[in-house]
C-alpha cells in the first residue's frame, strides 16, 4: 500500500516580487512621472526670474515682503525669521516651499494610491498575486517608486536653483526638505489604502490629512510670523523650519524621517491584519432606508458628492486668502511702482478678476476629473452595471458633464462668496461680497467648455486631452505673459477670455456655451457609437 504525502507549500517572504513590481510601475508611470519631474524642476528655474523681473530693487521686495507678513500672505507663504528677508534666497524659501511641499505631496499621494488600492479595488492585483508575491511586495514597491522620485526630485531642483546662482547648500536643505514632507505623505497614502475598501476614500483621507496639516502650519505661523508651538504639529513646518537660507539646520529632517518611517510600519502592520479586497475599517454596506437614486445625473451627484464638498471648502479658503490680500495690495502700491500702474489701469475690479480666475483655473481640475470618472469607471468595468439598465451610454456621459458642471456651481459660488467676504471686511465694503459672489458663477461658462473636452476625451478614450487642456488654461495665466506666448494662443483659454467683475465679455460667454454645447453633443454621439472597451 503507498502512502501519498503533501508536498508543503513553499512560504512566500514578505518582500519577494518587489523588484519586479517596481519596475512594471515604473514602465507603467514613465510619461506621467517624466512629466512631474520637468514641471517641478522647471519651476526652480522660473520662480526667481520672475521675482527678479517683478521685484527688482530693494524697496519693491521690502513691500512683498510686508505683503507676505499679513495673515493671510503667512497662510500661503511661510514662517519669516527676521534675517535678510528681502534677500532672493529667503523669499524663494519663503515663497515656494510651501507651493512645492503641496505638489509634490499630491504626487505621492496619488503614485502611493494608484500602485496600491486602485489596482486592488479594479482587480489588477488578482493578476499579481496568481504569481509568487510576497504580501508586503506591492506597498513596498510603491512606497520605493515615491522615494527614488522624490531622491531624483530633490537631485534635479537642486541643480536647476543652484544654476541660478544660489547657495547649493541652502538650496539642498530646501529641495531635501520638500521631497522629505511629499515622503510622509506617501506613507500617509500608504496607511489609508489598508484602511478603506475605496480608492477614492482613501485618496480622499490622505489629502485631507495634507489639507489639516496645511492649515496648521498656517494658523501657527499666523499666530508667530517665526513659527509658533502650533507649527510645530505640521510636518509642512518641520521642512520650513530647517532655515534654508537663513541658519540651516539639519534635524527637523530627522522628524520627518522618523514620522515616514513610522507610518510604513502602521501601514505593514494593517496590512498583515487584513484581508485582500478589504479594508480595516469596514464599509458601511448598503442602508436598506435609503433613497432610491433615479436616473444617472443623481448617481453621478452621488459619487462626486465628497469630493465636491472637499474642493468646495478648499476654494472657499482660498477666496477668502485672496479677498483678505486685497487691502495688503493697495497698500504696497504706495511703493511698488508696478503694483501702483496695474491698479491705477485696471482698478480693484482688475485684481478682483485676477483673483476669481485664479481660483476658476483651480476649478477645471475639480471638472476634468468629474468627468473623466466614466472614463475609469469604464476601465475597472464599474460603469457595466448602470448601461446594462435603462440607461443609454448617451445619457451616462452627459450625465456625467451635467454633474460636473452642477458641482462647478457649487465651486464657484463658495470661491466668490469667500473672495467676497476676504475683501468687503477688509475694505468694509458689504457689497463686494455680493458682486464677487455673482462675479464667480460667470466662469461657468469657461468650466462647461473644460468639460466638454474632458468628454470629448472619455469618448476618445484619450483622457490626456482633458488634463492638456488645464494645464493650458494654468500655464496661460499663471506663465503666459513671463514665457512671451502669443496673444492668439492666450485668447484661446476660456478662462483668460472671462474677465468677470473688471468687464462683462457677453459675446465671449455666449461663444463659450455654443462650443461647450457642440463639443459635448459630438463627445455624446461618439460614446455611444464606439465599442464599450
Request: glycine share 10%; proline share 4%.
Amino acid at each position: 500500500m503507498t502512502t501519498l504525502r503533501a508536498t508543503p507549500r513553499p512560504v512566500t517572504a514578505p518582500f519577494t516580487g518587489t523588484g519586479a513590481l517596481l519596475r512594471l510601475a515604473l514602465r507603467r508611470d514613465r510619461v506621467r512621472l517624466s512629466v512631474w519631474l520637468a514641471v517641478l524642476t522647471l519651476t526652480m528655474v522660473y520662480a526667481p526670474n520672475a521675482i527678479r523681473l517683478a521685484y527688482p530693487g530693494e524697496e519693491q521686495r521690502l513691500a512683498r515682503v510686508n505683503l507676505l507678513k499679513t495673515p493671510a500672505g503667512m497662510m500661503l507663504g511661510g514662517p519669516m525669521f527676521g534675517v535678510n528677508e528681502t534677500d532672493l534666497g529667503v523669499m524663494m524659501a519663503n515663497e515656494l516651499t510651501f507651493t512645492l511641499v503641496i505638489a509634490t505631496s499630491i504626487l505621492a499621494v496619488l503614485t502611493v494610491i494608484r500602485h496600491t488600492r486602485a489596482e486592488e479595488e479594479s482587480g489588477a492585483t488578482e493578476l499579481v498575486l496568481s504569481s509568487v508575491v510576497g504580501r508586503y511586495a506591492r506597498t513596498s514597491a510603491a512606497l520605493i517608486l515615491v522615494g527614488g522620485l522624490n531622491a531624483v526630485l530633490a537631485l534635479a531642483m537642486t541643480l536647476a536653483m543652484a544654476s541660478c546662482g544660489f547657495a547649493v547648500v541652502d538650496t539642498a536643505a530646501m529641495c531635501v526638505g520638500i521631497t522629505a514632507v511629499a515622503m510622509v505623505f506617501g506613507a500617509l497614502a500608504a496607511v489609508t489604502a489598508q484602511l478603506w475598501r475605496q480608492a477614492r476614500t482613501a485618496t480622499g483621507a490622505a489629502m485631507a490629512g495634507l489639507a489639516v496639516a496645511a492649515l496648521v502650519r498656517g494658523a501657527g505661523d499666523v499666530i508667530d510670523n517665526s513659527g509658533s508651538i502650533l507649527s510645530w504639529f505640521s510636518p509642512i513646518a518641520w521642512a520650513q523650519q530647517m532655515r534654508p537660507f537663513v541658519a540651516v539646520r539639519w534635524w527637523p529632517l530627522g522628524l520627518l524621517v522618523a514620522l515616514t518611517v513610522g507610518l510604513m510600519v502602521l501601514a505593514a502592520v494593517l496590512e498583515s491584519r487584513r484581508q485582500y479586497d478589504a479594508g480595516t475599517i469596514a464599509s458601511a454596506g448598503d442602508k436598506p432606508d435609503a433613497a432610491a437614486i433615479s436616473g444617472p445625473l443623481r448617481l453621478h451627484l452621488a459619487l462626486q458628492r465628497g469630493q465636491t464638498i472637499g474642493w468646495a471648502v478648499g476654494l472657499f479658503v482660498a477666496g477668502l486668502v485672496f479677498g483678505s490680500m486685497t487691502k495688503s495690495l493697495m497698500d504696497a502700491a504706495e511703493t511698488n511702482e508696478v503694483i501702483a500702474r496695474v491698479l491705477a489701469a485696471t482698478g480693484n475690479d482688475g485684481v478682483y478678476t485676477t483673483m476669481t480666475q485664479f481660483l476658476a483655473a483651480a476649478a477645471t481640475a475639480y471638472v476634468a476629473s468629474a468627468v473623466l470618472r466614466v472614463y475609469a469607471d469604464e476601465q475597472n468595468r464599474l460603469g457595466e452595471p448602470v448601461l446594462a439598465g435603462a440607461v443609454s451610454r448617451w445619457r451616462w456621459l452627459l450625465g456625467a458633464v451635467c454633474g460636473a458642471l452642477a458641482g462647478a456651481t457649487v465651486l464657484m459660488f463658495c470661491a466668490g462668496l469667500g473672495n467676497g467676504l476676504g475683501a468687503g471686511l477688509t475694505l468694509g465694503e458689504p457689497g463686494t461680497v455680493l458682486r464677487l459672489t455673482v462675479a464667480a458663477l460667470a466662469y461657468l461658462p469657461a468650466l462647461a467648455v473644460v468639460a466638454s473636452i474632458a468628454a470629448l476625451g472619455v469618448a476618445l478614450r484619450a483622457p490626456w486631452l482633458a488634463w492638456l487642456t488645464v494645464t493650458f488654461v494654468i500655464t496661460a495665466l499663471y506663465l503666459g505673459a513671463l514665457l512671451r506666448l502669443p496673444q492668439w494662443l492666450l485668447d484661446l483659454s476660456p478662462v483668460g477670455q472671462t474677465t468677470v467683475p473688471k468687464d462683462f465679455p457677453a459675446l465671449a460667454l455666449l461663444v463659450m456655451l455654443i462650443a461647450a454645447t457642440v463639443l459635448a453633443g459630438i463627445a455624446g454621439w461618439i460614446y455611444r457609437n464606439r465599442d464599450a472597451v
